[in-house]
């Protein structure tokens, strides 16, 4: 296996660029050449130096994409700030993040919108996941970075700010200004899973006809009678969603899941892929889950939906996460059913997504006789 040289080591890949602890500061052996042990005859091992990228494979698959790509951006915006200030990269200092974290809270003096309290969090969080990778863990306790943070939020701290949720006849609205071209049957399918299964759009777009049909795929469904299955490997792990069906074919979630595949001809691999232009045909590649976020902002304009609010309002408060609050909100069920569905590990975030409960139902004040 042959060792890369220093100019050719990504620094921004912590699987490329793992310092060894045991030799000087400029051994740039990566985890794989480590564990390539040499054979008697000074030649690598092929079946270790294999495994060695196995384990690298296995390295990757270790946070959801959605979450790997959030952290290696975090970590680019922190490397470019590092340079922009002359600091090196190793060893990790908690006095430089705690640096980092307020210039990116006061909007880094660039005249950049300041930095969410919420983005700050990951942005620790993806920066001490990149420093474990390369063998010096960073202290997010430390002082230095604790106390700033904790600052930070005091002064800057908002609620979380949610999106809006699509309820059911909003929904049956938004299927209606779809045209009936394989796009539009597609793009049903999408709507309507996706509410019905309280879907993340990453787990909608993850979806595949079956079982270990693909590397990417996050889980698959199963056509039953009494509707679909769909196993999913979520957030908190894997689950089964059950979707239904519903009472009017042309807004039955497995109906239209059923159209979509019949006539796009999907009965293996990715279920939503893209379609080429002029409707010219189904290509292979599958879905980025973006195209969730923007289907739900074009038919939310072209249905009315939230009319009393101006364009731009409207397509920044709804977004793929729509589609799963809405379910929560409509579905008329006991909290624990909605949960399970949802995939919460908690009642209290399940609660959450509930936009339209039922405000002042339990009154202490009456109960404590005031």
């Avoid at 790509?69 to 705690?98: C, E, I, K, M, N």
Wanted: hydrophobic share 35%; glycine share 10%.
């Amino acid at each position: 296996m042959k060792r890369k040289r220093q100019d050719e080591i990504d620094p921004n890949d912590p699987l490329e660029a793992f310092p060894s602890r045991r030799g000087n500061e400029n051994d740039t052996r990566t985890a794989a050449d480590e564990h390539a042990l040499p054979s008697p005859g000074g030649a690598p091992n092929d079946r270790l130096a294999a495994l060695a990228e196995t384990a690298k494979n296995y390295a990757r698959a270790a946070r959801a994409n959605n979450t790997q790509r959030a952290y290696d951006s975090d970590w680019r915006h922190f490397s470019s700030w590092l340079r922009r200030q002359g600091l090196p990269q190793l060893p990790p200092d908690p006095q430089t993040v705690g640096l980092y974290l307020a210039a990116c809270a006061d909007g880094a003096g660039h005249g950049a919108e300041p930095t969410s309290v919420a983005t700050l969090e990951r942005r620790l969080s993806g920066i001490c996941w990149h420093y474990r990778q390369l063998g010096d863990p960073l202290d997010s306790r430390d002082r230095h970075i604790a106390t700033v943070l904790a600052g930070i939020r005091r002064q800057h701290g908002r609620p979380p700010v949610q999106k809006e949720a699509i309820f059911a006849d909003e929904l049956l609205a938004m299927l209606g200004v779809l045209d009936m071209d394989l796009r539009g049957l597609r793009d049903r399918a999408i709507l309507a899973i996706g509410f019905a299964g309280g879907l993340r759009r990453s787990e909608i777009t993850g979806l595949d006809c079956g079982p270990e049909q693909t590397e990417d795929g996050t889980g698959w469904i199963e056509i039953l009678a009494g509707g679909a299955l769909l196993t999913i490997n979520g957030k908190t792990g894997w689950r089964e969603v059950e979707i239904g069906r519903g009472s009017r074919p042309d807004t039955c979630p497995v109906a239209l899941l059923e159209t979509w595949m019949r006539l796009g001809r999907i009965a293996h691999g990715p279920l939503f892929r893209r379609i080429a232009k002029k409707n010219a045909g189904v290509a292979a590649e599958r879905l980025t889950d973006k195209h969730v976020a923007r289907l739900v902002q074009k038919c939310v304009l072209k249905a009315g939906v939230r009319g009393d609010l101006p364009e731009g309002e409207r397509k920044r408060a709804f977004a793929g996460h729509s589609l799963r609050a809405g379910l929560a909100s409509s579905a008329q069920i006991e909290e624990a059913h909605v949960q399970k569905h949802l995939g919460h590990a908690s009642a209290e975030m399940t609660r959450r997504y509930q936009r339209k409960r039922d405000r002042f139902k339990v009154n202490l004040t009456k109960a404590a006789g005031l």
